[in-house]
Structure formats: structure tokens, C-alpha cells
């Protein structure tokens, strides 16, 4: 049996192209039941970075909801009201748009505005999800 080395596992995964490379990493994930991730060795003053890191990963949370009508309950009429005093919408077009749940009753909207328009329609028995 051949000795196994680490010089010459790493000469034939160096001499492997980019599409063989990332099916040995599938193969390997499967194999083992991990998930490759990037792992950065940076030197002592890029790790004590952290905090920067985080400082990113809290400027990327979501600023911009999108709120769905997902179930309007028992109070059709209620629930068009709502709608109609959301959306600006007429009255055909409300109706229209409730009764084709679900249906997305504004995008882009900030947090605290879709959780009043959540509390509003959990009120009157309807459920919204927010995105």
C-alpha cells in the first residue's frame, strides 16, 4: 500500500480545476455532514477586528418590510375598510385584493409602520405577515 503524504494530497488538489474542486468540497460536506465555510487566518491586530465585524453584520439588518395579507377571518367588510384606509385603494379595488389572499399591501415599508398595520388587522381577526 502507497503512504499516504500531505505534500502529495495537496499537489493533486492543486492540479484539480475549479468545477472538480467544488464537487470534492459537495463530496466532502456529504461524506463528513458539514458545511464548508471561510475560515480566515488573519494575524493578531485583523483578528481583534471583531468588533468591526459586527458593527457590519448590525448595519445590514433589514430596514425595509414588505407587509402580506395572508388570511382576512371572519370580517370581510372590516378587512376592506383596512385595506382601503392602508392602500388608498377604491373601493372595488379593495375588495378585489382581498379576495385574492394573499396579496402584498405595501413593500418598503419601515418596521414600526408594518407592526401598526399587523395590530390593526390582528384586531379585526385578519392575519399579515411581514417580510
Known sequence: ?????KDKLI?????????ELSELIKALEVKFGVEANQIYHGNNN??????NINDTKQSTEQTEFDITLTNIGSSKINVIKAVREI??????EAKDLVESVPKILKSKI???EAEEIRQKF???GATVEIK
Request: aromatic share 4%; glycine share 4%; proline share 0%.
Open 110 to 112: 419601515s418596521k414600526s
Open 1 to 5: 500500500m502507497e503512504e499516504f503524504s
Open 87 to 92: 392602500t388608498n385603494l377604491g373601493l372595488k
Open 122 to 124: 390582528s384586531n379585526i
Open 46 to 51: 485583523e483578528c481583534n477586528n471583531k468588533s
Open 11 to 19: 499537489d493533486t488538489i492543486s492540479s484539480l480545476s475549479v468545477l
